[in-house]
């Protein structure tokens, strides 16, 4: 019953951040990239989706209301600096544009926002994702709360003064084996 109340509360901080996107500064422009992936990977999504940036609740999410085609991508703060590569946006973006063609639905009599065909596809598309795990992890785990049963990854909202960025690149991660692979069953 806490958790139900805090994840409401979760949800209502997110819907308030979305009034405010912030400035964008990465090196990547997230927009395109997005635009990008749906081109090539999800030919059926017809308008490409707004990318903003928020001092939300989530690491990442997606919202859409059918029928309307446009939907838009939130991305947490914390992701918004030119030190986040582009491979680590570009798999969050295509994580969040899968919701758009894999619905949810029951499975172990439980709905699930990412059931098995989720993760299939999202692991056909990006092979690397345990690499880009690895560097979150690296990056932001006194930042990050895996919340299991609401199937998302939170950001504490005293994660500035949490953050410290190791600099430790994607390229040196791939280079060594990941030595933890992301856990099954949670969303972004
Ligand atoms: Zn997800």
Redesign the pocket.
Known sequence: MLLDLKHSRALHRQHQARKTPLLIFTASDVVGMADALRREFFPTVSISPEVIFTNGSFL???SRTPPAPESLICLHDILNSPDVPEQVLRHILT??L??LIVAPREVDGKVT??PPE?WQLENDLCPERSWIWEWLWDNFHSCLLIDKKN??IKVKRDWRKRTHLQCRSLDEIISAAPRHQHPEGI??
């Open positions: 990442g999410c997606i994580h969040e899968i919701h926002t990412h989720f199937e998302c969303g972004i």
